[in-house]
């Protein structure tokens, strides 16, 4: 049944943070460009603007602004930053960063608030991100949403010739997992649905959101 095979793409696909070499076949990333395409968007603004590199050369440089930036924080709060380095970025066989055009906002003629622009501008640009990562999946290759921070922004403007006013969201690096992650834990549907109304004994206290997702 199709919806069992897309339930199980859904669940199969991992944030992938070791690659091995192998290349992701032009088809194969021609695919997964095809899949941001028909991500749905507000107002069917298409937000999304990719820049696809498979320059190795490129790739180090991503993994060196990625890098600077994780010694800087090091260097300011040695003990509490505890923020994972991001040599991924700089060792796949394609990576897309992930541009968004805000300009596509003025279409949103019916939303008055800036906040909720901003939403529909986001989550637009998000879709399009899953779709891709669900297609690689399907494919059996790994990838993973990195954030783009505004820390390594300007420098990434710059390596990718990213023009004012576009902005820059996140990289997704597309390769071979070097080893299939195992699952995170989720929490239960029943956690988080709420039949009819929302289930107050259900909200979360603080001290339950801070730990998650450990594990
Ligand atoms: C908006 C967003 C930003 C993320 N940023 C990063 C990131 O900068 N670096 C990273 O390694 N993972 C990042 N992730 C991946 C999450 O950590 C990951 O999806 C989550 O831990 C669940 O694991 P899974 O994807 O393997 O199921 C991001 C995910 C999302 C949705």
């Not at 622009?117 to 690689?136: D, G, I, P, T, Y």
């Not at 420098?155 to 390769?175: A, D, K, S």
Request: glycine residues 4%; proline residues 7%; hydrophobic residues 35%.
């Amino acid at each position: 049944m199709e919806s069992e095979k897309l339930s199980n793409i859904i669940r199969r696909r991992r944030s992938v943070r070791v690659y091995k070499s192998g290349k992701v076949t032009d088809k194969q990333l021609e695919m997964i460009l095809e899949a941001a395409r028909w991500a749905p968007s507000g107002a069917n603004t298409q937000p999304w603007e990719l820049v696809v590199t498979r320059d190795r050369a490129k790739m180090r440089r991503v993994r060196q602004i990625y890098d600077n930036e994780w010694k800087q924080r090091k260097k300011e709060d040695p003990v509490h930053y505890k923020g994972l380095k991001k040599d991924y970025v700089g060792d796949v066989s394609a990576l897309v960063l992930v541009c968004g055009d805000p300009r596509t906002m003025q279409v949103y003629l019916t939303t008055r608030q800036p906040g909720d622009r901003e939403k529909l501008f986001h989550a637009s640009v998000a879709n399009a991100v899953e779709h891709m990562m669900l297609m690689a999946a399907s494919m059996g290759l790994g990838t993973v949403w990195v954030s783009v921070r505004q820390e390594v922004e300007p420098e990434l403007r710059e390596l990718f010739q990213v023009p004012q006013p576009l902005r820059l969201l996140w990289i997704v690096p597309i390769g071979h997992a070097q080893s299939w992650p195992k699952a995170k834990p989720r929490r239960k549907t029943s956690d988080f649905v709420h039949q009819e109304v929302y289930n107050p004994k259900k909200l979360r206290a603080d001290s339950e959101i801070r730990p998650w997702p450990k594990g």
